[in-house]
């Protein structure tokens, strides 16, 4: 055994000595990982869980791990929480062993296994359940759980985490993607990868951020054991506020901030700015944000609710669920939905205009729900197409699956509102239903601060910058773009993830890739150095894009790159008004020809304020708004 070559400080000495099952513990831990422990490691942990121990609210730790737990020390750990469980799922030929490992109080009370031959996440969920039985908690017990490995199956994963419906962390080992990684990252309080190469995979298509962090080390797991704040989702209770608003809005939406998808910005500037926004007017509103994003719930005014996969929702949605999945058909949100419909039943409180905001579309039908329920005005948020997406492609019986989904439930709905008339037009094109445009837009805020603060003078260079913000997607990549740059004439930044891993971009000495930035103050800042905002398209007439809004609201010119016809579908109608927009060809000789000739504006528009967030979120407020005049009764 090589122990620490510095000693245990002196002031935890006694601590040590009045608490044998710490120094057992210790010492199983110096054991299991003296190789990667430092002593200042050691001693910083066993100060933080001392100190922390008589107040810690923590009962219980479970610690689930796909394959062999060769990181975890649960005799130290269990020094500091009365109840340590340690389940161990291990592959086997003929399908899966799960050991069970529980300590008390310090010692170890319980040991079993069993084994799985047939890969049911439900079955081997419930399996699991019964081996803790023998030692039960009470289900108000104040548990945390740690996942190691969860990317080794996932589906397994979520349906266990959701079993136990407990604050969750997860360490993986890969940053592989899919719709159970999504739903876990979202409903997780962290995620944490191996190192640096791992978490530059993560940020291409993830949309929670995850830190680098490892099981073995005890000042995260004590950071983590012992961090209150992320205990306990805040309760839902009902505000003063509440009591005496003149109207009551709930957003619902499957993601909410602190996730990294751009749909949520136009979420949350409603979320944020239309009590003020109703405020100007002498409304007295309250607006509640309604997610499955854990995190979500240490924000005011959010309540979660968490997507606990697939397999334990109710009898009744497991059916059309398992319809859905064999059919084919995107079915993120479903779940939820039911879930959703559980909790709400229980609140002590009603909304007078809720919004379901979508994609994914899977909840689409709690706006009837809710309507029955609250008796409450339905505004549909379609942020994209639905059934008639044209960049989707799915079979007759999906189609037909999609379409009837739609049609059936935004005819629940009373307004439906989007982002262009494109879109309003194909969705749930046969449904009578009063229909609006609420366009994206720039945050004001931001922007003004920003060019307020700007000393930047663009012109007298003759270097011409491009900047590109958002996601690169696989079928609408810009290297032809760049590939066509004159050497020192041109040159690209880009904000946001690259899902087409294009080598072009990596090496060429003209492109810069800064990667997410959450800070839009900051981006702000970086376009107004810029001269020109690239948007690409693929071609499809009802394609709208938020990135265009922040150009039009830095003044830069925008470069229109497509697959289609030039100067059509939603973006023309947009900007056929304003000055500095450029079309072309995605084709090298197009692309060519344009940067030979291109020289930037440098234009100032004077109407740009149509285009903020504020003025369209204005529109929003005056329909919902409208209900004050007949208002529903539940």
């Known amino acids: ?54 107040n810690l609210p923590l009962e219980r730790l479970v610690f689930i791990s796909m394959g062999k737990n060769n990181n975890v020390s649960p005799e130290f750990l269990s020094a500091f929480i009365n109840r340590v469980e340690i389940i161990e799922i291990l592959s086997t030929n003929n399908g899966y062993e799960i050991l069970y490992t529980l300590l008390l109080s310090g010692s170890l009370a319980y040991q079993d296994k069993a084994l799985h031959t047939i890969n049911d996440p439900g079955l081997i969920t419930a399996s699991i359940n019964h081996l803790t039985r023998k ?21 397994l994963a979520e349906t266990l985490i959701g079993a136990l419906n407990a604050p969750f962390y997860l360490f993986f080992e890969n940053a592989i993607y899919n719709q159970s990684i999504l739903r876990l990252e979202n409903a997780a309080k962290k995620c944490f990868v191996p190192d640096d190469q791992t978490l530059t995979e993560w940020k291409k298509q993830h949309v929670v951020q995850a830190e680098i962090g490892h099981m073995e080390k005890l000042t995260l797991l004590s950071e983590l054991i012992t961090d209150q704040a992320q ?38 500037y409603w979320h944020q700015t239309l009590e ?26 959010n309540r979660v609710i968490r997507d606990r996969g697939n397999f334990l929702v109710s009898p009744k949605a497991r059916n059309s669920l398992n319809k859905a999945i064999k059919i084919g058909v995107p079915s993120l949100g479903l779940s939820w939905s039911d879930y959703v419909k559980e909790e709400t039943q229980k609140w002590d409180e009603q909304f007078d205009t809720v919004i379901i905001s979508v994609g994914p579309f899977g909840y689409l039908e709690l706006g009837g729900f809710f309507k029955q329920i609250w008796g409450s005005q339905i505004i549909y948020d379609f942020r994209d197409p639905y059934g008639g997406d044209a960049r989707m492609v799915f079979s007759k019986k999906q189609r037909e699956w999609i379409d009837q989904h739609e049609e059936d439930n935004v005819n629940h709905g009373d307004i439906v509102v989007s982002v262009n008339e494109q879109c309003l037009s194909v969705i749930a094109p046969h449904v009578e239903i009063e229909r ?8 004001e805020t931001i922007v003004n601060k920003a060019l307020h603060s700007h ?62 930035i959450t800070d839009k103050s900051i981006l702000a800042s970086e376009m107004l150095n810029c001269d020109a905002g690239i948007l690409r398209l693929g071609g499809e007439g009802t394609t709208g894009t938020t990135k265009i809004f922040d150009y039009i609201g830095c003044d ?17 109608d947009l900007t056929k008004d304003l000055e500095g927009i450029f079309w072309v060809n995605n084709s ?9 000739t291109y020289s930037p504006t440098r234009i100032k528009r004077e109407n740009r304020d149509t285009y903020s967030r504020k003025h369209q979120a204005s529109i929003l407020l005056d329909l919902i708004l409208r209900s004050q005049v007949n208002p529903g009764a539940p």
């Open 1 to 54: 055994m090589n122990l620490p070559a510095k000693p245990i400080d002196s002031s935890m000495i006694q601590v040590l000595q009045e608490s044998p099952e710490i120094l057992r513990g210790l010492l199983a831990h110096i054991h299991r990982n003296s190789k990667s422990m430092t002593a200042e490691e050691l001693t910083s942990s066993l100060q933080t869980l001392a100190t922390s121990r008589e």
């Open 135 to 155: 030692y039960e908690t009470s289900e108000n017990c104040c548990t945390k759980v740690f996942f190691h490995k969860p990317e080794k199956e996932p589906v």
């Open 231 to 268: 205990i306990e989702i805040i309760p839902q209770e009902n505000s003063e506020k509440s009591k005496s608003s003149d109207h009551r809005v709930l957003i619902v939406s499957y993601f909410s901030l602190p996730t990294t998808l751009v749909s949520t910005q136009r979420l949350s």
């Open 276 to 301: 003020e926004i109703a405020a100007e007017v002498d409304v007295d509103l309250e607006v509640i944000w309604l997610s499955a994003t854990s995190n979500a719930a240490l924000f005011q005014n």
């Open 436 to 443: 609006a445009i609420v366009n994206n837009g720039y945050n």
């Open 455 to 516: 000393t930047h003078n663009r012109e007298g260079s003759d270097l011409i910058k491009f900047v590109y913000c958002g996601t690169i997607f696989r079928d609408r990549g810009i290297d032809e773009f760049v590939t066509a740059f004159s050497e020192g004439k041109h040159e690209l930044i880009h904000f946001g993830r690259d899902q087409t891993n294009s080598k072009i971009l990596l090496s060429h000495d003209a492109i810069e890739q800064r990667g997410f």
């Open 556 to 572: 830069l010119d925008i470069i229109i790159i497509t697959d289609g016809k030039l100067e059509s579908g939603a973006v023309h």
């Open 588 to 596: 090298p000789r197009a692309l060519k020809q344009f940067l030979t």
